[in-house]
């Protein structure tokens, strides 16, 4: 009787996982049930492959009905699941449950289904792909509910390389049933998959079997269908021989770029070096550079700012022995046209990319053509547009040399520097080292220094900020001896300051500055300054003052330290404001761990 009860609590205990997580998937509480779903793994650990197999994996398939998140979580789960059912030799066990989970309604569900499909699919042998996975896809296509027939889009390009000859005809006979498909969802489901499929079906079938697919759902009633068809484009065209793409893709390709729907013409625009790339440099000259130009001045402005995104990366794409002519002649009008376009967002495109033309045309052509434009964005109403050119100057230094840039476009960026927009101001204090780098001294100090000192009191706390690491960067530039003789006494002034926060600016600067100027310049200058700001009556500059002289210890001596850094944080240590009290403190013990 004894033994009959241990074995009884054997078995109970063997199903003990299982019984767990039945109640647990049956709580009402959600989190629970998603969180029984993340311990799958540890569970079938805990079972073994065998049970796994012939216990858990069944229950999953016949109890799929929850939340989408809890469902989410297992079709992520079930992707990684081959191990613990025993390898890819058993990897059909989890066939059932994910093709359960590629059928319900949330399309995030799907897609995580689908995905692990393929996961599992790949691990799959070739004899087992054809018993075990290509039923089920064929299962998902001939489905009642658009789900399924979505679904079976994602599992074609898996499934092809590896089967028969037989079943791969009824494989993109599959497929163009479903880019037939009544329901525009699964039609876009496959065209979504199309470019994918192409990149496996032999050369003859890709030309006899998809390409019609591709020029019928380049027609599509729905423009969701046609813009999908686009992206497709591209990876047909690069599959081809050149006389077919002429012949096959170029032909669409045409018609996209006059679709009715802006949509499918911004999916051109923004497909466009890809198909550059795809379908060479005869094909280019001839039909995208028309095409380009059409886009430039689409009549909606989402597709001109996509077009003009494409500007500077379809010019460097040009064949060189053509390049400058093509760009000269044909390029060039539009993007002056862009320049000035009602739009907003398509001038700021324009201005992140049109830089990137000097190198390319050279200093000639930018001097003559380019930098007319460029000034005209330096002063265009729109801030977003102004950062943009900004933030590219760098890119035509090198080509007309600075002496023309200052020339010709420092005037205008003297007077960004005190825009309105405070990221504009931004963007030039960014540009200023290298600005200041390549003036010199001389130029710097009579055009852009006084411009540096107006920053450090500026009202917006990032550009005072960044004005204090300019400062560093320019010192680092120009040396130790020109920054005292030119900025070092004038930034100290501001300790006198009424307003405490430039005083606070003062002490930032000191601590910018003290990685770059020596231990000199702080024992004789910058000691005596943070000396008389320690006795600052608003607390913010007190316990700065302590930060500071925490910073600067690490380059002075011990008797610097102990003369007079030491009786300054002393002081500090029994300070009335509890923040000054604990930074002085926190300076003491970081200088004595030092």
């Given amino acids: ?60 398939t016949e109890t799929i009905y929850d939340e ?21 030799d058993y990897a059909m066990y989890l066939i059932p449950p994910l093709e359960s989970l590629a059928t319900v309604e949330e399309t995030v569900v799907r897609d995580k289904a689908v995905e692990s499909l393929r996961i599992v699919a790949a691990q799959h042998s ?3 792909l054809e018993v075990h996975v290509v039923p089920t896809l064929q299962r998902l296509v001939s489905g009642d509910w658009f789900t399924s027939r979505t679904s079976a889009c994602g599992l074609f390009s898996v499934c092809y390389p590896r089967v028969s000859a037989a079943v791969k005809a009824e494989l993109r006979n599959n497929f163009r049933q479903l880019c ?32 019609p697919m591709f020029v019928q759902m380049a027609q599509d009633d729905q423009d969701s269908v046609r813009l999908l068809a686009v992206e497709a484009c591209v990876s047909i065209a690069q599959l081809l021989p050149q006389d077919d793409v002429e012949h096959s893709v170029m032909p669409t390709l045409r018609q996209c ?11 051109v625009a923004e497909k466009f070096t890809g198909l550059q790339k795809a379908v060479g440099p005869e094909i280019t000259k001839t039909d995208l ?79 003559e053509h380019l930098l007319q434009l460029f000034l005209i964005q330096l002063k265009d109403e729109w801030p977003e547009v102004r950062l943009n050119i900004i933030s590219t100057l760098d890119c035509i230094n090198d080509v007309i040399g600075i002496q023309q840039l200052s020339q010709s476009l420092l005037p205008a960026i003297v007077e960004l520097a005190e825009d309105s927009k405070w990221r504009v101001r931004l963007a030039i204090i960014e540009y200023m080292p290298l600005l200041a780098g390549q003036l010199g001294q001389e130029y710097f100090n009579q055009k852009l220094r006084d411009l540096c000192f107006n920053w450090l009191n500026d009202h917006v706390y990032a550009i005072r900020e960044a004005a204090t690491l300019n400062m560093k960067k320019i010192v680092q530039t120009f040396g130790t001896q020109w920054a005292e003789t030119n900025i070092i006494n004038q930034i100290l002034v501001m300790y006198k300051n ?29 000691l005596p300054t943070i000396k008389v700001l320690s006795t600052d009556p608003v607390a913010n500059v007190r316990f700065n003052v302590a930060k500071t002289l925490q910073k600067l210890s690490p380059f002075l001596d011990q008797a610097a330290i102990d003369e007079h850094v030491k009786p300054i944080l002393e002081k500090l240590n029994t300070d009335t404001d509890v923040d000054v009290k604990y930074f002085a403190s926190e300076a003491m013990v970081g200088i004595a761990a030092a």
């Fill in 1 to 60: 009787m004894a033994a009959s009860t241990s074995g009884d609590k054997a078995a109970d205990d063997s199903l003990y996982p299982i019984a767990v997580l039945i109640d647990e998937l049956k709580n009402e509480d959600i989190q629970l049930r998603l969180n029984s779903i993340k311990k799958l793994s540890t569970i079938a650990l805990a079972l073994g492959e065998e049970r796994t197999r012939t216990e858990l994996i069944p229950f999953l």
């Fill in 68 to 88: 989408d998140e809890v469902l989410l979580a297992l079709a992520e789960q079930l992707g990684n699941f081959t191990a613990l059912v025993g390898g890819p």
């Fill in 126 to 128: 070739a004899q087992d």
């Fill in 180 to 211: 037939q498909d009544e329901t525009p969802m699964v039609r876009r489901a496959a065209a979504g998959k199309l470019g994918e499929f192409a990149k496996v079906v032999e050369l003859e079938y890709l030309k006899s079997d998809l390409i």
């Fill in 257 to 267: 770029v006059n679709d009715s729907s802006w949509r499918v013409r911004y999916m």
């Fill in 289 to 367: 550079v028309p095409a380009f130009q059409y886009l430039l001045k689409d009549t909606e402005a989402e597709v001109r700012a996509s077009a003009a995104t494409k500007v500077t990366e379809f010019c460097a794409n040009l064949e060189k022995s053509s390049q400058e002519q093509i760009i000269m002649t044909s390029i060039l009008p539009y993007v002056k046209e862009l320049v000035a376009d009602p739009n907003q967002h398509v001038k700021s495109a324009l201005a992140s990319v049109i830089m990137g033309l000097s190198p390319i045309l050279g200093r000639n052509n930018t001097i």
């Fill in 498 to 526: 009424n307003n405490y926060l430039h005083r606070m600016t003062c002490l930032f600067c000191i601590n910018a500055l003290a990685d770059v100027v020596g231990a000199d310049i702080i024992m004789r200058l910058f």
